[in-house]
């Protein structure tokens, strides 16, 4: 089968089970055998997996992606977990203003170190688990969890609390 | 799983019944060693003189590979060779017994006619 006819029924299937077999697919249809038969099939198929998608209607790319990575409880609970931190601290904030620091820090403080000191073995197991098998992906989703954490120690210090 | 019998080419005589359960071929093709989508197509023809569509080929192996029966391989160029892992193993016997059941007693009737 030529190229362009090979790219062209490739592109009938859905983006996501592209990213994944459309290289290897195209690579498949210009090797093989061309033809009203095979194209019908490539043509049939691309309908039914529109139709009926593999894994309800969306394919993982690469499990070392970056999207497929940082979909992992253990790249998403740190960031909740700073962000449910950042919220405590904004939230009084955005309803009775800037707070005067006081000598006991309350309970709003307890649950904000306890959130921000929690994430910590759970940003140690990611590290450790997923590091050495996709270090460039682990990276970025690291210096997302990162970023997570510096936004909400931000306004702590910006406030002085 | 999703049925793809439809699209099962039979080059022998495309009257004659033939048999077509792609995800099962691509196992029963993968069992004696890893291949990439040309040689599995190639290896099923001389198998069981069924040609697979390559849409047809790639339905079942989506599907194989997001049940963990069978998983990808480092990409030779652009070809991806896939082997099959030790649960499709163990589908492809339990398959295969079943169907060495059914043949049994398909023979036997045949036979008492």
Redesign the interface.
């Known amino acids: 089968m030529n190229v362009t006819l090979a790219r062209l029924l490739t592109r009938l299937y859905p983006r996501a ?1 592209r990213e ?2 459309g ?7 210009v ?2 055998q061309g033809g009203l ?2 194209s ?7 309908l ?2 529109r139709m ?1 998608p ?2 309800g209607g969306k ?1 993982d790319r690469d499990p070392r992606s970056f999207g497929a990575i940082v979909r992992h409880p253990s790249a998403l609970i740190p960031m909740a977990m700073s962000l449910i931190a950042l919220m405590l601290v904004l939230g009084p904030i955005a309803i009775y203003g800037p707070p005067v620091r006081e000598p006991d820090e309350g309970a709003m403080a307890h649950l904000w170190q306890i959130l921000m000191a929690g994430q910590l073995p759970v940003l140690a197991f990611f590290a450790i688990k997923w590091l050495p098998r996709a270090p460039k992906s682990t990276l970025a989703v690291l210096a997302l969890q990162a970023g997570a954490v510096l936004a909400a120690m931000a306004p702590v210090f910006y406030f002085n609390l | 799983m ?1 049925s ?1 019998r ?2 099962v ?1 039979d080059e022998k005589d495309p009257e004659l019944g033939h048999y077509s359960d792609p995800p099962l071929l691509v196992l029963a093709s993968l069992s004696n060693g890893p291949k ?3 040689a599995m ?1 190639e290896d099923i023809l001389r198998l069981c003189g069924t040609r697979l ?7 079942a ?3 194989l590979e ?1 049940q963990g029966w069978i998983e990808p391989l480092p ?1 030779e ?4 060779p896939y082997r099959i892992t030790t649960e499709g193993l163990r589908v492809l016997r339990a398959r295969l017994a079943t169907l060495q059941q059914f043949i049994k007693a398909g023979v036997g009737r045949l036979g008492a006619l």
């Not at chain 2, 160029?77 to 991806?80: A, M, S, Y």
């Open positions: 089970w994944r077999y290289a290897e697919f195209e690579a498949l249809l090797d093989g038969r095979a019908t099939d490539v043509v049939w198929s691309a039914c997996e009926h593999t894994q394919m | 999703r793809t439809h699209v080419i990439h989508g040309h197509i569509g390559p849409g047809t080929l790639y339905g192996i989506a599907r997001r990409a160029e652009r070809r991806r």
